[in-house]
């Protein structure tokens, strides 16, 4: 069949394409895996988003580098099935109700009682809980959206409960008084990982506690948080501390309670922090709660669950806890026990969802015994079996690891899986059961009430590879597709979800739940700031693709971030994806133009191939090599530089400028051999493409194969990933013709410093000094002159070895060239070297500003570090510049001024 031209568009509009193409996905089964497909498997399950959550820019970064692994091995041939779904994110989810509740019916959840609020919780879901989803089709993940799963699905609800009671069955479960980290704000426990530390400028109190029968004497303690010492019950010292050796024993009163406490003696105490004397608070401080537990002391909670201080504060009861310091602090002084106050900024422990400076509170809370699941866990990684990417992370999985404690997994909400316990109140038993149960199996009796908790959201996340495959029921997902192949997520979830997820799975099956964890880096603004509401400096996933398109904020992201670091983002940078995507539009668009007479695709070895053409090809497939290589390893910053270098610079901006002659020739055959290249690469790099920029690959996917008789071959996302064939790969070509393209862009560049206008004809002359790399090289350049000062825009080319240097030309060398650009007659030499002279004392003047600025070491120690790090990179491209500057003013020569003038 003999094909004719197609005329593309103009301009790549994405919104039409993209819809349309996602739609042509879904109905093609594309995205869904069976269990029975012969064809080896390759799973991914999602870090499920939060139910309340909003697509953000590390959503859209960490659903990218999936979805470049599932399409890659989907076009590997794998039977690949990434699993979908989302986190009912028990306390997010909560608040949002509560919220909505408050302002809409200026009702509690208490007034509702807890049936009816969960109801409403439902509703809300049910309402609003696929909207990241919908977003994340937006991004174009290609999930197996049939296999979408709820963390609270009947079916990871029994999951939930089922290994609940196996860990209580085996001891590992237990029920305790201990201190949590509590949240005033929400009324919950929270775990360690959710207690995050935060910056906060702080005071230490330096307070006098008098000390029982000496009159006059005091013991002076310090204290971040003076509210607390309403529940101290004693002070410690070191017990080798001289200065203090002689309270040990003695009895304080305890300042504005009057009650009496004993000084003790515990290594525990830092003699340099402070006073040397430590007010011990067992009920509000984990430290002292040890120290407590050391010495027997009584613990006093003086707080209630919302943060107010409780009965046991006396004349503070009812006072918030920032009240409370306030009123203390001034009673103190009034009373002449206050000694001094200092600034002292300190970190604080801050609630991961709602940032609300969290209390130790003393309380009984369930907790999982990690010590004993954790060893097996760091067991698998010490053998390799479960390898982190980059492989620095495994050291911090295995010093978390080596240092865990228990977990608590209570939370005091509704909202979430409940905790599978009852209580008989007829006997007192505590009957933990799979399914709800009728009456006591001790004393039969039906009065029985389950525990009013419910489970960290993290207990059900931490099952997630199984209980999305059918776990604990024996089926064939499960047999199947577990062990999962790869985990993609960010480093700060290591210890919340994938140090749980190992110990869960080696618990629950006896095997890891994944091969490989890619950990990547956050996505900051152009700053280094993280991104947040509070800085305003967010920006969503979903402006970028309605101003770009999907592909591009794809690529772009691909394209900046390093593996395993932060990376730096405006909203201007996504012009790389766009600018990509309409380089490789036109460059589509240029070659379905020019298919008359194209008559479907040939065996490349059996045509008269052109020099370019192999070179072309040599690029080609070791690009492909390079890329298969780079995802296969797991890395996705080295592959995504490849295919743009490859894209951009040997299609679009050699290959297609050398070829357009061929392509547009009066011979056929000629015509013929340019069509097939051209063809043949742009399907290699539309397959090659397709992982990091689905929708516009599919659609010039289509595009060709209307162009070139091929209308009924598969959708771009099921066709074979490319093979690197290693006979394609020519160095020696590639050598030559990396000469050549050198040689342009360094005449290019002549262009550009000096302002030579593109249509102006300029002269060059090349030479090298004598020896047989130079003589060669000049060989090369002599057979290929007329395509070297076609591409150049010459109009005239000298080679040869030994040609002298004019006066006053730009010199640029290219391996053992010189190459020579007479700039007389070109530009007014006098005015481009005061240009240039000007430029460059402005730049010096620059340099030197920055230099000193990093040379004050107040600034390089206070600024922050992202903002020293930016003026040491200002430093380095302003040293650049001038270096740039010198060359040009060098090339006019010393006297360019007055030849000019005298001229």
Partial sequence: ????????????????????????????????????????????????????????????????????????????????????????????????????????????????????????????????????????????????????????????????????????????????????????????????????????????????????????????????????????????????????????????????????????????????????????????????????????????????????????????????????????????????????????????????????????????????????????????????????????????????????????????????????????????????????????????????????????????????????????????????????????????????????????????????PFRDVVIHGIVRDERGRKMSKSLGNGIDPIEVIEKTSADALRFTLLYLTPEGQDTRVSMKRFEIGRNFCTKLWNAARLILGNLEGYEGAQPLEQLALAPEDRWLLSRLHATIETVSGELDALRFHAPTHALYDFTWGALCDWWLEIAKPRLHSDDPAERAVAQQVAVHVLEQVLKLLHPSIPFITEELWGRLGAATGAHDRPLLITAPWPEAQRRWIDPEVEAQFGLLTGLVRALRNVRARYRIAPTEPITALVTGAAGADAHEQLGIVQRSEALVRRLARLGSLEIGPGIERPRACATEVVRDLEVYVPLEGLIDLAAERERLEGQLAHKRKQLEGVRRKLANPAYVERAPAEVVAQTREREAELEREIAALEAGIADLGAGAGTAEASA
């Avoid at 940032?355 to 509170?361: A, G, P, R």
Wanted: hydrophobic share 35%.
């Fill in 1 to 512: 069949m003999t094909s004719k031209p197609i005329e593309l568009q103009s301009r790549y509009e994405p919104r039409e394409i993209e819809a349309r193409i996602w739609q042509a996905w879904e109905r093609s089964g594309a995205f869904h895996a069976e269990p029975d497909d012969p064809r080896p498997p390759y799973t991914i399950v999602i870090p499920p988003p939060n139910v309340t959550g909003v697509l953000h820019l590390g959503h859209a970064l960490n659903n990218t580098l999936q979805d470049v692994l599932i399409r890659y091995h989907r076009m590997r041939g794998d039977n690949a099935r990434w699993v979908p779904g989302t986190d009912h994110a028990g306390i997010a989810t909560q608040n949002v109700v509560e919220r909505m509740l408050r302002k809409e019916e200026g009702k509690t959840r208490h007034d509702l009682g807890r049936e009816a609020f969960l109801e409403r919780v439902w509703a809300w879901k049910e309402k609003n809980g696929s909207r990241i989803i919908e977003q994340l089709k937006r991004l174009g993940a290609s999930c197996d959206w049939e296999r979408e799963r709820f963390t609270m699905d009947e079916g990871l609800s029994r999951a939930v409960r089922e290994v609940f009671c196996r860990l209580y069955e085996d001891g590992l479960i237990y029920r305790g008084e201990y201190l949590v980290n509590w949240c005033p704000r929400c009324e919950t426990a929270l775990s360690d990982e959710e207690a995050i530390p935060t910056e906060r400028k702080g005071k230490l109190y330096r307070i006098r506690y008098p000390v029982v029968g000496e009159e006059g004497a005091c013991v002076v303690v310090a204290t971040t948080r003076p509210e607390t010492m309403l529940g101290d019950t004693a002070v410690a010292v070191h017990p080798d501390d001289e200065r203090y050796r002689h309270w040990i024993g003695k009895r304080v009163r305890l300042p504005l309670v009057g009650r009496e406490i004993p000084v003790i003696a515990d290594t525990y105490v830092d003699r340099e922090f402070g006073t040397g004397c430590l007010k011990i608070t067992p009920a509000h401080d984990l430290n002292d709660f040890e120290v407590g537990e050391r010495h027997g002391l009584e613990r006093v909670n003086v707080m209630t669950p919302d943060g107010r201080i409780n009965e046991r504060g006396g004349p503070y009861a009812g006072l918030d806890r920032f009240e409370a310091r306030k009123r203390i602090v001034a009673d103190l002084e009034a009373q002449g026990l206050l000694e001094g106050i200092d600034p002292h900024p300190h970190k604080v422990p801050c609630c991961e969802r709602c940032d609300t400076v969290l209390e130790y509170y003393l309380s009984e809370q369930w907790f999982v015994r990690m010590a004993p699941l954790a060893e097996k866990a760091i067991e698998v990684v010490e053998r390799g079996e479960v390898r982190f990417h980059p492989e620095r992370w495994t050291s911090v999985y295995l010093h978390w690891m080596r240092n865990i404690r228990d977990w608590c997994i209570s939370r005091q909400l509704w909202w979430g899986h409940r905790i599978p316990v009852w209580y008989c109140g007829g006997c007192g038993a505590e009957i933990c059961a799979r399914e709800e149960p009728k009456s006591c199996p001790q004393c039969g009796s039906s009065d029985l009430e389950q525990d009013p908790d419910v489970l960290d959201t993290w207990f059900s996340s931490w099952l997630w590879p199984l209980s999305t495959l059918g776990w604990p029921d024996d089926t064939a997902d499960l047999r199947t597709f577990y062990p999962t192949n790869t985990l993609v997520t960010g480093h700060e979830i290591i210890f919340f979800w994938v140090a749980r997820m190992i110990m869960a799975g080696l618990y629950c099956k006896g095997e890891i």
